[in-house]
């Protein structure tokens, strides 16, 4: 009786499973939709601004790269290594660095959303909005070639203070007070 009263708990965990995930993803998709509806319903007014979509898809390149770059450095992951810092230090560099990376890929899907949709001939919400592929070129070359140049300035820093650390370890070990290469391999 306990074989069969297992595999029919088994059997019930799996269907409510399935039923969680499939409400997920229809809550997922319903909520894709209402933002996209959304984000197409914003981007003719931010258009029609001074500058257009030259500015509108330069400015979103820009918050993608720095919230890239500021998700990156919270996470620490520009300086190789993080700090330490206590118990409510790291939640809120994490949280921090989460928003960042948010703000970052919101930008992105926003240009993204702005786009035309596949298979929707015929439908008013899927239309070309005129203006849009000048956004997405826009965004993606200041997005390039501003994430070029901060990709560039980090290694070329990192670069700097790694060859200081080896000058620095170097003089030491000429004094004698730098670690020796047994004290390393030990």
């Not at 409510?16 to 319903?41: I, T, Y």
């Not at 901060?150 to 620095?168: Q, S």
Request: glycine residues 18%.
């Amino acid at each position: 009786m306990t074989e069969r009263g297992g595999r029919l708990g088994f059997a019930v965990q799996a269907v409510l499973f399935v039923a969680v995930l499939a409400a997920l993803a229809g809550l997922f998709l319903f909520g894709a939709a209402a933002v996209k509806s959304l984000v197409r319903g914003v981007v003719p007014t931010l258009l029609d601004r001074p500058g257009g979509p030259w500015t509108v898809g330069a400015g979103l390149g820009l918050v993608t790269v720095l919230g890239g770059f500021g998700g990156r450095w919270l996470s620490g992951g520009l300086s190789g290594e993080r700090s330490g810092g206590g118990r409510l230090r790291g939640p809120l560099r994490s949280a921090a660095s989460g928003a960042c990376w948010a703000v970052a890929c919101g930008a992105a899907l926003f240009v993204l959303f702005a786009l035309p949709g596949k298979n929707c001939s015929g439908r008013s919400y899927c239309a070309y909005i005129p203006g849009t592929g000048t956004v997405l070129l826009a965004y993606a070359l200041t997005a390039g070639a501003v994430g070029r140049l901060l990709h560039r300035w980090t290694r070329a820093r990192d670069e700097e203070r790694r060859a200081r650390h080896r000058e620095r370890m170097r003089k030491l070990r000429r004094r004698g007070k730098g670690r020796s290469r047994a004290a390393r391999e030990a």
